[in-house]
Every structure is written in C-alpha cells, then in structure tokens.
C-alpha cells in the first residue's frame, strides 16, 4: 500500500466547474500537507498549505484536511483553462531532520474553454 | 533571484555511460533535494543535504551520488547509467529554519538512458 494515494484522473471538466482533488495517507504523524501544482513540463511549485487540520482558503483555492479520515481535499471554484495542470498532494512529518516530502502521483486536470 | 536553476534540460545516455546533474539555488537555503519523477509515480526522494558537507539517502538512492561543498550547489551523478534511470530529475530547495515548509523546485532534467 502506498503511502499516499491519488486518483491520476485525468479529470476533465467545463470552464467555471468547481473541482474536487483528493488524497487519503496512512501515515498518521504526517503534519503538514500541501497541494503543488506542475504545468506540463515544468517544476512543481506550491499552491496551497495546511498545518493540522481544517481549512483554509486562497482566491478560488480551499484546502481541507481531515486527520481523523486521513483525507485531504483541495477544491478550485470557478475553474479557467489556466488552471489546467497536475496536482500533486505532499505530506510532511512534523520533524527537524530532512524534511523531506512524501508525494502523492499526481491527479491530472483539464479545464475544457 | 534565479531561484533554483538546473542543467542539461535534457540528456540522452546510453548503457553504462556517467554524468552529473547540475543544481544550484541562490536563495542561501540549507536544505537541497533530489528527487525522480516516473510517469503516475509522484516524486521519489533520491538524496538530501541539511547544509554544506552534509549528505544522506533518501527512498531510492541506489545508482546515484551526490556532494555538497557549497551551500549553492547539490550535483547529482550518475555512475553506469541504466534503462530504469529514465526519468524526470528534479532539484528543490528549503530555507530549513523555523517552520518553513515550502520546497522550491527546479525546472527538471529529462534523462532517457537507452
């Protein structure tokens, strides 16, 4: 079993569709998590972050976490083909070592114009 | 600020040949990383370094090496290039005070070794 799952999609929706992106972990001493966004052929960079649970919201961006579920979301209102990407989901421990983020693969979405 | 900056773009190997993976951050960040990227596999760690002088392992580092004698650069080697190294190679960085979080990553290498 996988650390942290994602559905790879691909997810395609209409411009202005609210978008659902999921992840579920095991690892229950994870302690941060994020959503990165990769555009196609580029490096992931960070879009959204959360320390525990709850929500917090950016812009048309909500991300939520559910510890007790082990379930993270992260939601887009009112989706532009800009926002045409893949959205990684990342996990850390809260520790001083490395650091170091566990990734889920990756969910691919496609905003139709 | 370049941020994190990585050469070749792409690479093309054939069996058994070297090279290095060029990384370099002009953030003064202490913390580096190298991760791989296979299709539907997210990101696995390859290496990481807490500062400059200082390296370990991370998932899957079998087939690689790396250095740090600056805090700016992180070189990643490839000895004896295999088919199962093909892959997207990407570089990140994080500042490694207070609760800082985010990574900052690099464009990425595309390596394809045949």
């Known amino acids: 079993q996988k650390e942290v799952e994602q559905d790879p999609g691909p997810l395609s929706v209409p411009e202005g569709a609210i978008v659902s992106l999921n992840c579920t972990y095991s690892n229950s001493a994870f302690q941060y998590f994020m959503w990165y966004r990769q555009y196609s052929r580029k490096g992931p960079e960070l879009l959204m972050y959360t320390y525990s649970s709850g929500n917090k919201e950016d812009g048309r961006f909500t991300a939520q976490v559910d510890k007790s579920s082990k379930y993270i979301s992260l939601f887009i209102r009112d989706s532009q083909p800009s926002d045409s990407a893949t959205y990684l989901c990342a996990m850390r421990l809260m520790d001083t070592g490395r650091r170091a983020l566990t990734f889920g693969s990756g969910t691919r979405l496609q905003v139709q114009p | 600020n370049a941020g994190v900056t990585q050469t070749p773009k792409f690479r093309i190997l054939k069996i058994g040949q070297s090279m290095t993976l060029q990384c370099a951050q002009d953030?003064?960040?202490?913390?580096m990383y190298w991760y791989r990227q296979d299709p539907g596999m997210g990101l696995k760690l390859i290496y990481y370094s807490v500062g400059a002088g200082i390296t370990d392992k991370g998932e899957v580092p079998n087939g690689y090496n790396v250095s740090r004698s600056t805090t700016e650069d992180f070189p990643l080697r490839l000895e004896l290039a295999a088919p199962s190294q093909t892959s997207v190679y990407f570089c990140?960085?994080?500042?490694?005070?207070?609760?800082?979080?985010?990574?900052?990553f690099g464009p990425g290498t595309r390596l394809t070794v045949t």
């Open positions: 953030m003064n960040h202490n913390y």
């Open positions: 990140a960085s994080n500042p490694g005070t207070g609760g800082l979080y985010e990574q900052y």
